[in-house]
Every structure is written in C-alpha cells, then in structure tokens.
C-alpha cells in the first residue's frame, strides 16, 4: 500500500466512524451538551471559592478551574477514542477483517483518533464560548496557547494505542479506563493546584505529562507565554508514548494470535 492509498483508506475510515457517531444521534447530542453542563458546574463552583476569598490560584480558582476542565476533555477524548477504537471493531465483529488490511492496525485507531479530534474541537468551541459568554472568563486563548493543546492531545494518542492493545486481550477495559483517568484528574492537577497534594503525590504528578500539559496552558493563559520544561516535556512525553503504545499494541495483537483470542469476543 503506496502513501496515497493509505490515506485514502484512513479517510474512508474517518468518514465511516462519524458515520457510526451520528447513527446513535441520542448520544451524539448528549456528548455535545455533556461538556457545557461540566463546565457551567466548575465554573460556578470556582466563583464560589473566589468570592469566598479563597486564594491560591493564578488568576483566581474560576479561571483555573475551568481552563482544567477545557483541556482536560480536549485530551480526554484524544486518549478514549484511540484507546477504544480496536474495542469497538471486536463489538462489532469486524476486528478480524481490518487485520487482514495493510497497514491494518494503525488505520482504524488513526481513523478514530482523527474524527475524535474534531469532536475536541467541537466540545473546545462551546465550553470556552461558555466560559466567555455566561461566566466572564476571559481565556485569552492565543495561537500558541492552541498549538499547546493541540500538542498535548498528540502526546496522549501513543498511550491510548497501548490501551488499544490490551483490549485485544482482555476485551472489557472501560473500568481500567476510569481508574486511569481519576487518577490522572487527582494527580495532574485539574481541579486544584499540585502544590496542594502531599509531598510525596507531587513526584507522581511530575512523572505524568498532563501535568504539564495543564500548567502550560494556564500559564500561557495567565502570563502570556508557556514555561520551556513544558515545551520540552510534551513532545518527549508524546514520542515515548507513541514507541509504547506501538510495541504494546504489537506485542499484543501477537499473543492474541498465539493464544487463539482474534475474534473471540
């Protein structure tokens, strides 16, 4: 398979996993409405500690808090859909067929990641025009700033793959998923400032790129340029996710084949 054959066959599979989106219109809306109902939440309760004089976050715990929960689900979505791509075909019965493609893996996950992207952007728009419109938030989203979290997305995708490649075995991941992603949400920072975690929980938090990916965003947002160690971090973090999730995925997909466990659901 040449490159332009490629893509045309990971577009026809963007196409087909928005065409599988919008069959489930019910969920597809509820998704949509889901991210402004979470940041009208955040965003009253951040007003409620400011004007109960509370301190301790730049630009004040609205701000922080809501600019957590923006990035948070424009990376959330990134890693969930990369992850549940391989999932999904195994639902469906269709896993196997896409194993005989060239290319097979990496076009269905790619596909779902890339679609996914767009659903980011879309939950991005109407949380921040929230934040703006009904909160008095000022954002001052700059063009670097949204490079920044287009980057960030980018640095979970590898990481998703490696979720990817464990549903191959293990078929049920969401409860994995969400011990996951609590954590995350606990240990990065997305609700509260780092400094405010016991000594020994702040280790973890620099050991996990989101939150890095959270204090650059803020800090482009609150200062007007993003810290050189988060620049640094974040592609490092996201070609070593990418090396992990690509060998995880093979090494899966291997003894999945070895052990007889490719279309069993």
């Not at 001052?140 to 995708?157: D, G, K």
């Not at 979720?163 to 994995?176: H, P, R, S, T």
Request: include cysteine; aromatic fraction near 16%.
């Amino acid at each position: 398979m040449d490159v332009k054959e490629y893509f045309t066959v990971l577009w026809a599979f963007v196409v087909r996993d928005w065409q599988r989106r919008w069959s489930y219109k019910l969920n597809f809306i509820a998704m949509l409405l889901y991210p402004i109902v979470w940041v009208s939440v955040f965003g009253v309760l951040g007003r409620t500690i400011d004007d109960a004089g509370g301190t301790g976050a730049p630009g004040g715990f609205s701000m922080y808090m809501v600019t957590g929960i923006i990035t948070w689900r424009f990376i959330r979505v990134g890693f969930f859909d990369s992850s549940w791509s391989i999932r999904w075909e195994q639902h469906i019965g269709t896993f196997k067929n896409i194993y005989m493609l060239p290319n097979h893996l990496m076009i269905p996950v790619s596909a779902t990641a890339l679609s996914g992207f767009t659903v980011s952007m879309l939950n991005f728009v109407e949380m921040w025009l929230v934040a703006e419109l009904v909160f008095g938030i000022s954002l001052n989203m700059t063009v670097p700033s949204f490079l920044f979290l287009v980057l960030a997305w980018l640095s979970v995708i590898g990481f998703g793959f490696a979720i990817a490649g464990v549903a191959i075995l293990y078929k049920e991941i969401q409860a994995v998923f969400t011990v996951i992603f609590f954590s995350f949400q606990f240990f990065c920072g997305v609700f509260f400032p780092v400094e405010a975690l016991p000594s020994a929980a702040q280790y973890i938090s620099r050991a996990i790129p989101i939150t890095y990916a959270l204090n650059g965003i803020r800090t482009s947002i609150t200062h007007g340029y993003i810290p050189t160690t988060d620049l640094i971090v974040m592609p490092v973090a996201g070609l070593i996710g990418l090396a992990i999730g690509l060998i995880t995925l093979q090494l899966c997909l291997k003894k999945a084949l070895r052990d007889g466990k490719l279309e069993r659901y």
